[in-house]
């Protein structure tokens, strides 16, 4: 029997049995003993008026009448223990009788009852077939008890063994590889702190594989197109024409990728240990004025600027430079699709216990049906403009992670003209 819910089923069972029928043997010896004591005494005194009065035949009548109200044999005897009615010697009977009339209490021996007369010349034994020993103890109600007893005992093992075999089942799944099965339970007992226990394991699990198979997705798939021109340059290189040149391109090209790999690692051991992110006081109007500031180069080498229009002093709790990847991406974004002699406006506004930071380009904007597929990872509206401006695809999926783990929000509109990017971050007065 390896079922725990069968062992809790027949141990609870088992026990109510017991109980049940115990408590019927004792509080029948116990609690019927007087009722029976003055039964006995009476049919005594029937008996012998009857054996008195009528003799055996009026004995004989009496006892007819005993045998059918109570189902047992009755037996009046004289003295010396002689039943009056068929003679047979009942003095065995009696003399352990006798050995407990001292007690004055009725005893049960050999499923017979026994009382003497006061004036000690009579004794009316009361034999109780073994066949019905049980109706005495057991009655109709108590079989009742029993069985609803069972139903319950039932209920209480499936109650107890139902969330066992759920997580059985959800680990079997994970263990398949389902990494979405989960316990789910709403129990708040100590198995439905296993199951919630289960449930976090499961998730720091998923999370972890899902990081790592997203950062070997995403490094194998970047990294192909940078491989691919170093090579070519270094083709060039040993040509000997330009040589310079191509040098120039291949330190150009190995800090792209050395960028690349270091911003992936960076999200995805963060998105992967959340415990592992920095939780400090963050200026981010000082953070932003500096990314402004930085971005600047770029964007006159594109024959843009980036403008900061407004910037309140706000502090944030989180990661400092994962807050300054996740807005340095957004800009440098706005700014390869900034035209020329246009703006990138940046602001800064606090409301509320919460922080927007907003990124503006005056560009072509983003077709309706593309904005919510742009923060996804290496997905491009138009591909060959972005691979000839240098843009892999995957710095607004960068910055989305980014925010997310400080459990802020980041979400893109067209502006008509430009598109407009708003990073909303919980303020100081919220927890991250």
């Known amino acids: 029997m390896n079922s725990l819910f069968a062992k809790i089923l027949l141990w609870f069972w088992a026990t109510l049995v017991i109980n049940t029928i115990g408590s019927a043997f004792v509080s029948g010896l116990s609690g019927s003993r007087p009722y029976l004591t003055r039964v006995v005494a009476f049919q005594l005194a029937e008996a012998r008026a009857a054996y008195e009065a009528g003799g055996q035949p009026g004995l004989q009548q009496f006892m007819h009448r005993f045998h059918a109200a109570f189902g047992g044999e009755g037996i009046l005897t004289e003295a010396a223990g002689h039943d009056l009615l068929t003679g047979a010697d009942e003095s065995g009977l009696l003399d352990r009788s006798r050995e407990e009339s001292r007690f004055r209490a009725v005893r049960l021996r050999g499923a017979a009852i026994s009382r003497n007369s006061a004036d000690g010349k009579y004794w009316f034994i009361f034999v109780i077939p073994h066949a019905r020993l049980g109706y005495w103890f057991l009655a109709p109600q108590h079989w009742w008890m029993m069985a609803a007893g069972v139903f319950l005992c039932y209920l209480l093992a499936y109650y107890l063994t139902y969330p066992v075999r759920k997580l059985q089942r959800a680990v079997e799944r994970f263990g398949r590889g389902d990494l979405a099965a989960r316990a789910m339970t709403r129990r708040r007992d100590e198995l439905g702190d296993l199951g919630r226990t289960f449930d976090r394991m499961a998730d720091r699990i998923q999370t972890l594989v899902d990081a790592e198979h997203r950062l070997l997705l995403d490094i194998s798939h970047e990294l192909r197109s940078p491989l691919a021109r170093l090579r070519v340059a270094v083709e060039l290189a040993r040509s000997g024409e330009n040589r310079e040149q191509h040098l120039d391109r291949i330190d150009k090209e190995a800090e792209r990728l050395n960028s690349l790999v270091g911003g992936l690692l960076q999200v995805t051991r963060a998105e992967g240990d959340p415990d592992s992110l920095r939780r400090e006081p963050v200026r981010l109007d000082r953070l932003l004025e500096e990314l402004v500031a930085d971005s600047s180069l770029e964007a006159q080498a594109r024959g843009s600027e980036v403008r900061l229009v407004s910037a309140q002093p706000v502090t944030v709790h989180g990661d400092a430079e994962l807050l300054r990847r996740a807005i340095e991406n957004v800009i440098r974004n706005a700014i390869r699709h900034a035209p020329e002699g246009t703006a990138v406006e ?26 919510p597929r742009i923060f996804d990872a290496f997905y491009r509206v138009e591909t060959d403009r972005d691979r000839a401006s240098g843009g892999a695809g995957l710095g607004l999926s960068i910055a989305r992670r980014a925010v997310e783990l ?13 598109l407009l990017v708003e990073i909303d971050l919980p303020g100081t007065g919220a927890s991250i």
């Open 406 to 418: 400080h459990k802020g929000v980041i979400r893109a509109r067209n502006a008509q003209p430009g």
């Open 346 to 371: 940046a602001s800064l506004e606090a409301a509320d216990s919460r922080v927007a930071v907003r990124i503006r380009d005056y560009g072509p904007g983003v077709p309706e049906e593309e904005l």
